[in-house]
């Protein structure tokens, strides 16, 4: 399965764009990138998922390079209950690999 | 939508004594997913069944652990005897069915603490 790499902490003032990258090179034609977000003391929470074009829902975009080995989540405008551990995951032989996440902190 | 359910929420137990803990997936959903997730880690997939049968288990400790899916519905997952080290999160997850486009969504977790 293919792995991810994410930066393990990351600051984002509330009301501004908060941009997660996440490198997956190894990724495989057919394997969807997944993202999730874990607030303390509540399971995963799914934000958004993709396989090759950019996709965007209520919560989020997903931002997905042309050659699929790097993805970038945006919250457009992250308030204080955004800050929570994200993480970037490639779905791939039926399940998924969760690495250590990014956590960020949005701050007043 | 229902979500997942799991109970207990909370668990503490001595070392060498079981604990069970309990899953109901969201409805329709075929695959089922147990994860163990300890403080500051990502979750690790422990089991994961595919209506009631075990589609990959290489990451359970067989010799302590055990889950069961009877009737492709509910699961239990029970620790025998319990360990220090298996403090932590158990997180039950369900998908629609196993393929990779297939969103797989997490109840809240039942949390045990091992003494």
């Known amino acids: 399965d293919a792995k991810t790499t994410q930066p393990p902490s990351m600051d984002c003032a509330e009301g501004r764009a908060a941009n997660l990258p996440c490198n997956h090179s190894t990724i495989s034609g057919n394997e969807y990138v997944y993202w999730y977000r874990q607030i303390h003391s509540q399971g995963p929470q799914y934000i958004i998922h993709?396989?090759?074009n950019n996709e965007t829902n209520e919560m989020a975009s997903l931002i997905i390079t042309e050659d699929r080995k790097s993805s970038t989540l945006i919250l457009p405008h992250a308030t204080l209950r955004d800050t929570a551990v994200y993480y970037c995951?490639?779905?791939?032989?039926?399940?998924?690999?969760f690495g250590t996440g990014t956590r960020l902190k949005v701050l007043a | 939508e229902a979500g997942v359910a799991q109970s207990p929420r909370y668990k503490i137990i001595e070392k060498r004594q079981s604990v069970a803990f309990w899953c109901n997936p969201i409805?329709?959903?075929?695959?089922l997913y147990w994860y163990q997730q300890i403080l500051g880690q990502g979750p690790k997939l422990l089991i994961q069944?595919?209506?009631?049968?075990?589609?990959?288990d290489s990451q359970l400790p067989k010799d302590r652990f055990s889950a069961e899916r009877l009737k492709g519905v509910d699961s239990t997952l029970k620790i025998q005897p319990a360990k220090l080290e298996d403090s932590a999160v158990y997180l039950c997850a369900s998908s629609l069915e196993r393929y990779s486009g297939n969103t797989i969504y997490f109840g809240e977790g039942s949390w045990l603490t091992v003494v």
């Open positions: 995951i490639v779905r791939g032989t039926y399940k998924y690999i």
């Open positions: 409805s329709g959903h075929a695959t």
């Open positions: 993709g396989l090759k």
């Open positions: 069944f595919q209506n009631n049968g075990v589609v990959d």
